[in-house]
């Protein structure tokens, strides 16, 4: 009995939904359009760019390294090292030299287009206390990720913002801070940069295609939803169906229908 009415209640769902299809399409169209226009006018474009640097047991002047002598004892202990090494440059001391290339080399206003520019107190060279522009150590953080390439011992360092230029530069100035941080900070192996960071002549995000399909989605479902809500919601007593529905206890005794209905559909009173 329960699988019965499970299988009527599908069929009248699948019949009222395909009786709204126009307007669970037109809803669809219009989800489409909105996640367009959200992800090209709204969101803001941004661009990604990356680098790489192998990770060594071994310092470059090792007779390892001199007689070419590398087992896969030093490929495990080279990718340990990478996971040690990427924690090191996730702090502050790298991030704080990156602010410090990046004011030198951009103007303040491009600058803050992107991030939020603070003063900091420093001490100049005549040991005099000066305020100087810097940005955060956090908000560059944000921006980029490192990590090992599948387990491996390369590390990848991403750098993603709303200036191409600018994404490239720090993944650069990363890559150069970090050989002689890392060996001076762990006293063990080194790293060498692979390639080089290239300026993104395409921006990574956002994704237009992907926002527009969710829109669409997200508006067929939403018409879909408010169709069988609305009709849930609905007490209007259709047909005999509907009596046996709402007055269980009361047999119907015959249905007579309206033959001048105006509406073009058939009309029924119960008795």
């Not at 939803?225 to 009709?231: F, G, H, P, S």
Request: proline share 3%; hydrophobic share 40%; glycine share 6%.
């Amino acid at each position: 009995m329960e699988e019965r009415e499970l299988e009527v209640n599908l069929r009248r769902v699948c019949r009222l939904i395909f009786s709204k299809i126009l307007y669970i399409a037109a809803a669809a169209v219009f989800g489409l359009i909105a996640g367009f226009v959200f992800a090209k006018v709204i969101l803001p474009v941004k661009y990604t760019s990356s680098i790489s640097i192998y990770v060594n047991n071994y310092t470059a002047a090792s007779d390892v390294v001199q007689e070419g002598k590398i087992n896969a004892q030093d490929i495990q202990t080279s990718k340990a090292l990478a996971g040690t090494y990427i924690v090191i440059l996730q702090d502050d001391i790298v991030y704080d030299e990156v602010s410090d290339r990046l004011i030198k080399c951009y103007d303040i206003d491009s600058l803050g287009k992107v991030f939020n520019i603070e003063e900091k107190e420093v001490t100049d060279e005549n040991g005099q206390k000066v305020t100087k522009p810097c940005i955060s150590a956090d908000q560059i953080r944000s921006l980029v990720n490192i990590e090992a390439v599948n387990e491996t011992e390369v590390i990848s360092i991403t750098a993603t913002t709303q200036n191409p230029e600018l994404s490239a530069d720090i993944c650069t100035f990363i890559s150069e801070i970090a050989p002689e941080l890392l060996t001076r900070t762990t006293r063990a192996g080194s790293v060498e940069t692979i390639g080089s960071a290239k300026i993104p002549t395409e921006p990574s995000s956002p994704n237009v295609k992907k926002y527009a399909v969710l829109g669409m989605l997200a508006g067929g479902f939403i018409a879909a939803a408010a169709v069988i809500i609305i009709d849930m919601l609905d007490n209007t007593i259709n047909d005999g169906d509907d009596i046996k529905k709402y007055f269980a206890d009361i047999p119907v005794l015959a249905e007579i229908p309206d033959l001048n209905d105006t509406k073009g559909g058939t009309q029924y009173d119960y008795k």
